[in-house]
């Protein structure tokens, strides 16, 4: 329990370009890490280890696996999880979310809320996951602080509770005021010498009044105006994801981020008792079980290899031991575990509630499953997100079309894709369904070197999907004038209604009145 109450496990979710790999190398910088798991981001000279799992990311130097960074801040344990993003936005993304207990939501305080981070906040908002905002990039030109807060409220329907207010627009960042002690002000000056990290200072609000002038008598007169709308931040609010406690800053200047961190360590909530698929809790302290949110293939043909990543949900994980996997009630050997993954792997002992360890040679476990020692456990299974990228998949050569039905069927199984049929095209023309054009990639090189049956890809002109009933399925695939495809996901039976575009979902909706849509998680 001990060990349990001092982790805060959580993400950060944002529209790439915002500043997420530098407000992680700044909080790493902050806080004392402890481990750093595989690469933050394989970009340019940044330091980090580029994952060397698979052979294309190395070809488009992205990073496909999904990094975790343990740091301790105050005596706390921070998991910090990487939410894969650019190019390598995925299915797995969403996963990650499955694993956290709060998200960091960082803004680009010029350009709002972005389609990313809207994304990724609907699963944080259907999974209940408290979401703490970051207005970064506060040293640059950019919006008006209650603008942006106007666009969380409305957009989000979250009521933004700020922490800290900016003293200066952006562009002109005099200093930033802590909410809890409106009596100082906190400045920031730029070190000479080109050092990143600028120094911070506290200056009295009466001094802070005399030297800044009109720009202190603003913020105070925006955040008097915001406590007097409710706009202070609610404990109870926040962990019910009602409200998003909001900071101001410039991860690139380090300005701010050290209240971020605490505030993850003092708001975060700490790992809890945990849903279970029969309606009841498992509490931090039962014994071990766990929850495999990513699954990982090693593409290397002479080494091939699947890592499972799992978060600790309750008790204590110790190396060697077996657990069992509650689909199948098989043992699982966890001889080798790691926490660290990469390059530099290196072995985990023992982990607690909130932490995530690798466990390799994991090709019997599959991406949603209950590990547990002790009486049996399992939890909900993992929720499957809204595609928005079809294809046909064929075999290149008719003759393997048996090794091409394995596959496929294996990757719906792992998760890798989503796969679809429909009465229209029949089964020997399935189509795979994606939430980020990468997964294909997966899809392809894996058919060809572990299936031995190469496959063509055929792109569908598709982006939005809807449940809808079986009933609502025909009207689609007999109607002429709305232009869309109903299909099966083979998975779970579900129908799926693809349209071009959400205005093609809007004329179903007119001309079928009597067949409501859906929308999918994280659906758009
Ligand atoms: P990511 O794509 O979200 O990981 O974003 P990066 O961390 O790679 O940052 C994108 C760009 O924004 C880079 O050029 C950063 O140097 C820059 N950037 C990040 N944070 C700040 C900031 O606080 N202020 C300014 N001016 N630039 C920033």
Not at 79 to 89: K, V
Not at 242 to 267: E, M, Q, W
Request: aromatic letters at 6%.
């Amino acid at each position: 329990m001990t060990e349990a109450a001092r982790r805060r496990t959580f993400a950060v979710i944002s529209h790439p370009d915002a500043g997420k790999s530098t407000l992680t190398e700044a909080l790493a910088l902050h806080a004392r890490a402890i481990t750093s798991a595989g690469a933050v981001h394989g970009k340019g000279d940044r330091r980090g280890v580029a994952s060397d799992w698979m052979e294309m990311e190395k070809a488009r130097g992205i990073s496909v696996t999904s990094a975790v960074l343990q740091f301790s801040h105050r005596d706390q344990v921070l998991n910090l999880l990487d939410t894969p993003g650019h190019a390598d936005f995925s299915e797995d993304t969403y996963r990650v979310l499955a694993a956290v207990d709060c998200a960091v939501m960082l803004i680009d305080a010029a350009k709002g809320l972005e389609e990313q981070t809207r994304k990724l906040f609907d699963v944080c908002r259907h999974r209940g996951i408290p979401v703490i905002t970051f207005v970064n990039k506060w040293d640059r030109p950019g919006r008006e602080a209650l603008e942006l807060m106007d666009e969380i409220e409305s957009e989000f329907r979250l009521r933004p509770t700020p922490v800290t207010w900016p003293v200066g627009i952006a562009g002109d960042l005099r200093g930033l005021i802590d909410v809890r002690d409106p009596e100082h002000m906190l400045r920031y000056t730029r070190m000479p010498g080109g050092s990143k990290e600028a120094a911070e200072e506290t200056v009295p609000a009466a001094r802070a009044a005399a030297e800044e002038g009109e720009d202190w008598e603003r913020a105070s007169e925006e955040l008097e105006l915001l406590g007097e709308s409710g706009g202070l931040h609610d404990p109870e609010a926040f962990l019910a994801g009602k409200s998003t406690p909001v900071f101001f800053g410039a991860a690139l200047s380090n300005i701010g981020v050290r209240l971020l961190l605490d505030a993850v360590v003092d708001l975060a909530p700490a790992p809890a008792a945990r849903e279970l698929a029969d309606g009841g809790r498992q509490p931090v302290d039962a014994p071990f079980s766990g929850l495999v949110f990513k699954m990982q293939a090693n593409m290397d043909r002479s080494h091939r290899d699947r890592i499972a990543f799992v978060r600790v949900c309750s008790g204590v994980f110790e190396r060697g031991m077996t657990v069992t996997r509650a689909a199948s009630g098989r043992p699982f050997a966890t001889k080798y575990a790691h926490s660290v993954f990469g390059q530099d792997r290196s072995s985990v002992e023992t982990a607690y509630p909130g932490d995530v360890v690798g466990l390799v040679n994991a090709a019997s476990l599959r991406v949603g499953d209950t590990l547990y020692d002790g009486p049996r456990v399992e939890f909900p299974p993992m929720p499957t997100f809204a595609p928005e990228h079809f294809s046909v998949v064929r075999p290149v050569d008719i003759g393997r079309s048996k090794q091409f039905r394995r596959g496929i069927a294996q990757l719906d199984e792992e998760g890798v894709v989503q796969v679809l049929v429909s009465d229209v095209r029949g089964e020997q023309a399935p189509v795979l369904a994606a939430v980020g054009p990468m997964q294909f990639d997966v899809v392809q090189h894996r058919m060809e070197f572990e299936f031995s049956a190469p496959v063509k890809l055929e792109p569908l002109a598709y982006s939005v999907a809807r449940a809808t009933d079986t009933a609502g399925g025909e009207a689609l695939n007999r109607s002429r004038l709305v232009h869309g495809e109903a299909m099966v996901r083979v998975k779970d039976q579900v129908v799926l209604a693809l349209f071009p575009s959400r205005w093609h979902v809007s004329s179903f909706e007119r001309e079928f009145p009597d067949h409501p849509l859906e929308p999918l998680i994280a659906a758009h």
